[in-house]
C-alpha cells in the first residue's frame, strides 16, 4: 500500500475542491478531497492507531485547521468552510503543493 500522505499534502487539493466557492460541510469535502488526492480504497480505510478516526479525515482536519487559521478559508457556521480569495491566491502560487512553512513565510 502507498504510505498516506501528510497533512501538508492535503491543503491544496482542499482549496482546490473549495475553489468553486460552494459552502461546504467538512463532511461533504472531505471524500472529494480524498478523491482529489486520488487516494485508494485501502487508505480510505485507513484508522488512526487509536481507531476513532480515519486517517485521512484527521490529517484533512489539520490541514483545514491550519488554512482557516491563516486566512485562507473561513468558517460562516459551524463545520462549513468556504474559500477566500487568500485560498485561491494559495492554489496559483503552490499548485503542487505547499508546505506550513511556504505559507507562513508569506505572512512575514
Do not use: C
Not at 497533512?7 to 472529494?32: K, N
Amino acid at each position: 500500500m502507498a504510505e498516506m500522505p501528510n497533512w501538508e499534502a492535503f491543503m491544496i487539493p482542499t482549496l482546490r475542491v473549495l475553489s468553486d466557492g460552494v459552502t461546504r460541510h467538512w463532511r461533504e469535502f472531505q471524500p472529494l478531497v480524498a478523491d482529489e488526492v486520488k487516494l485508494t480504497d485501502a487508505q480510505k480505510r485507513e484508522m488512526l492507531p487509536s481507531g476513532h478516526q480515519l486517517k485521512y479525515k484527521n490529517r484533512i482536519g489539520w490541514g483545514v485547521s491550519f488554512l482557516t487559521n491563516v486566512g485562507a478559508l473561513t468558517r460562516p457556521s459551524r463545520g462549513h468552510y468556504q474559500i477566500t480569495d487568500a485560498g485561491r491566491t494559495l492554489i496559483k502560487l503552490f499548485p503542487n503543493g505547499a508546505k506550513e512553512k511556504d505559507i507562513t513565510r508569506l505572512g512575514q
